[in-house]
């Protein structure tokens, strides 16, 4: 039986974050002010592809997490090769000067996200889950959080410290504290990281974490042509 954590995007918006979900025949995505991402059925069809042309609009850059093969007139603009772990050994610890970030929190997660550079950050993707940060001097120095949520399963994300706050191990205090508050709500955590940020993977092993799956995450452009002339 497939995994819910084989196309994470596609399950999320299937199940848990359904409330989130655009639609256009068989393809769904996330609000642009939440997350990126795009999300297609598995061993997408001709179909599926125009659906996801009609959704996005002519020369649109879309985010696919998984090596679908697209159309051949589709440009493949950039891919990365990602490592997608999942806890095994994690030893999960609140942590008493973490505390709980929300909207009004949002324009200083935008900017400590614009100076680290964590990943896809959006102004409502703090909606998605939890999200947790350290401040000192009443400045948010480090956060983390929860992104994709495929049945049973939250995936940690947006983990950053501000340079001037870093070697303090205030991120693996707040992915342990992320992972807490999932395991106490009966799920599990995940992770993704690019490849070639060994320093990340060593990092979330070091934690308990193992790696259960590569995958890649492509960005592709939808061709000029028109949705309206597409098929229907």
Known sequence: MASPLDNPAWTSLTGPHAHFAERHGRVLRYPSDVAPFVALPDEPDDRVWS?????????????????????AD?????????????EDD??????????????????????????????????R?????????????????????????????R?????????????LGLATRLVLAVAAGIRARGEQALMHATAANTSAIRLYESLGFRVRTNTVITLLRVPERT??????
């Open 90 to 123: 994690v030893r999960v610890a609140e942590d008493a000067e973490a505390v709980r970030l929300g909207p009004a929190d949002v324009p200083e997660m935008l900017d400590l996200v614009e100076r680290t550079q964590p990943g896809p950050f959006r102004p």
């Open 51 to 71: 659906d996801v042309a009609a959704l996005a609009g002519p020369a649109a850059i879309v985010p696919i997490i998984s090596s679908f093969a697209p159309p």
């Open 125 to 153: 993707t703090v909606e998605m889950g939890t999200y947790l940060g350290i401040r000192r001097d009443g400045a948010l120095i480090a956060m983390a959080g929860e992104r994709l949520h495929p049945p049973g399963w």
């Open 155 to 167: 995936e940690i994300s947006a983990v950053c410290t501000d340079p001037a706050h870093r070697g």
């Open 227 to 232: 949705a309206a002339g597409l098929p229907a």
């Open 74 to 86: 589709w440009e493949l603009v950039e891919r990365f090769d990602v490592v997608q772990l999942v």
